[in-house]
């Protein structure tokens, strides 16, 4: 019966391995991500600070911002030789991190912008060839998508792609016949408080 006590001291439960690692300080991270886009006669490049927390093993909120330029320079298979842009976007929105597997996330941010656009004429009709003008506008969007990442306690990398849901026709992520444009993301972040 001694010789069973004794054992019985060095038995230890079941080992539980554990697939995802436990989120126990909730940091807060800081990082950004890249929007990179284009099409016939388009140009599109952007940067997206962030800052986010995570709220457990699942969730992460978090607040961005756009800096974004866009260029278009048509072509004469594209039906619009004359009118060349340029466009640059300021925006700020919040988000949500869902990660319903453990490199999965559903991502949904809703976003407000400001374009400033200027409009220059290429046409070689002699009437409006040269001319151009400038406007400003604001726009709400609503983002959402998927993305495959790797998230730990040390840091974040991760790859997006999301489509603007409303049908904002003045929404930076829609193209002039009111369709969505894919929003092509690639992050990266790390902590700025970190439990040692």
């Known amino acids: 019966m001694l010789f069973a006590l004794c054992n019985s001291y060095f038995l230890t439960a079941q080992d539980v391995i554990q697939t995802m690692p436990s989120i126990n300080n909730n940091p807060v991270f800081l990082g950004g991500n890249l929007v990179i886009g284009g099409g016939s006669g388009s140009f599109?490049?952007?940067?997206?600070?962030?800052?986010?927390?995570?709220?457990?093993?699942?969730?992460?909120?978090?607040?961005?911002?756009?800096?974004?330029f866009q260029s278009f320079?048509?072509?004469?298979?594209?039906g619009l030789p004359g009118t060349s842009s340029r466009s640059f976007q300021f925006?700020?929105?919040?988000?949500?991190r869902i990660w319903p597997l453990e490199k999965v996330f559903i991502q949904i941010q809703p976003e407000y912008n400001y374009t400033w656009s200027r409009f220059k004429d290429r046409g070689t009709?002699?009437?409006?060839?040269?001319?151009?003008?400038?406007?400003?506008?604001?726009?709400?969007?609503?983002?959402?998508?998927?993305?495959?990442?790797?998230?730990?306690?040390n840091g974040m990398t991760y790859f997006s792609v999301m489509f603007d849901l409303l049908k904002?026709?003045?929404?930076?992520?829609?193209?002039?016949?009111?369709?969505?444009?894919?929003?092509?993301?690639?992050g990266f972040a790390f902590p700025i408080r970190s439990k040692r």
């Open 168 to 186: 904002n026709p003045n929404s930076p992520y829609r193209d002039g016949y009111n369709r969505a444009d894919p929003i092509i993301r690639a």
């Open 125 to 153: 009709d002699g009437v409006n060839a040269g001319a151009s003008r400038s406007i400003g506008f604001g726009a709400e969007s609503l983002l959402a998508g998927f993305g495959y990442g790797s998230r730990s306690e």
């Open 44 to 68: 599109q490049i952007g940067l997206n600070p962030e800052m986010y927390k995570r709220v457990n093993d699942f969730v992460d909120l978090g607040a961005a911002t756009n800096l974004f």
């Open 73 to 78: 320079n048509p072509t004469i298979s594209n």
């Open 91 to 96: 925006g700020m929105g919040g988000f949500t």
